[in-house]
């Protein structure tokens, strides 16, 4: 089966500075690739995802990179603020509908004022 | 985007009950929902598939009779946590993916404490 890893597992960084989380999956028949942001006590929130045939995909403050050679992919925060904190997730998935993702162990990411 | 619910948001009850939680998609359909278990500060963990109109779907090492699964309809599956014990007591969590793509939405979660 898949297996994602992400890392690093916690991350602090200065609130304008950049965010980076980064995981690598194994099973090379994944192709999509969602990012879900988790806040305390709360369900995950899908903030963006990617198929396996684009390499890059951005959304304002938010970016994802997919490298399918390599099978890696990574989420890019910029100019982060305080309520970017919380924890994120990276997760892979395979087939057409109705495919189980596979989650990453998650990135806790404390943004400091 | 897509709104899937959960009933209820936290509940406590005494070991050796049962207790169901409750996992609807308010604005579609979804023949497949997938339920989740998030212990403190670790991953979620796919417990089991739920399908609407047959039987589930389980991961390794789920207890099939413990964890009973029940799509009923379109929009709702139950799962329902047997003779609950203290290691039972976590976070749970549904989703359904909407219209038979990979992209799912999750539930705001139930946190369940059993004493």
């Known amino acids: 089966g898949e297996n994602v890893e992400q890392h690093p597992s916690t991350l602090s960084v200065q609130e304008g500075d950049s965010a980076v989380i980064k995981c690598t999956y194994s099973?090379?028949?994944?192709?999509?690739f969602p990012w879900y942001k988790q806040e305390l006590g709360k369900g995950p929130q899908l903030i963006i995802d990617?198929?396996?045939?684009?390499g890059e995909k951005k959304d304002q403050r938010i970016a994802v990179t997919l490298n399918k050679t390599a099978k890696h992919f990574s989420l890019h925060i910029t100019e982060t603020q305080p309520e970017d904190s919380a924890v994120y997730f990276c997760?892979?998935?395979?087939?057409?509908?109705?495919?189980?993702?596979?989650f990453g162990i998650g990135t806790k990411l404390q943004v400091i004022p | 985007g897509a709104v899937v619910s959960q009933h209820p948001s936290r509940v406590i009850c005494k070991s050796g009950t049962s207790v169901k939680i409750e996992c609807r998609s308010l604005?579609?359909?979804?023949?497949?929902m997938f339920w989740y278990r998030q212990f403190p500060k670790q991953s979620l963990m796919l417990m089991a598939t739920?399908?609407?109109?047959?039987?589930?779907?389980?991961e390794q090492g789920v207890e099939k009779d413990k964890f009973l699964i029940n799509h009923a309809s379109l929009t709702l599956s139950t799962l329902t946590v047997t003779s609950a014990h203290p290691e039972d007591s976590s976070f749970y969590i549904c989703?359904?993916?909407?219209?038979?793509?990979?992209?799912?939405?999750f539930g705001p979660g139930t946190r369940l404490t059993v004493l």
């Open positions: 989703s359904a993916p909407l219209g038979g793509t990979n992209e799912q939405f």
């Open positions: 099973d090379s028949a994944s192709n999509y």
């Open positions: 990617i198929r396996s045939n684009v």
């Open positions: 997760a892979a998935s395979s087939g057409g509908g109705y495919q189980k993702v596979t």
């Open positions: 604005d579609f359909q979804a023949t497949t």
């Open positions: 739920s399908n609407e109109g047959s039987k589930a779907t389980y």
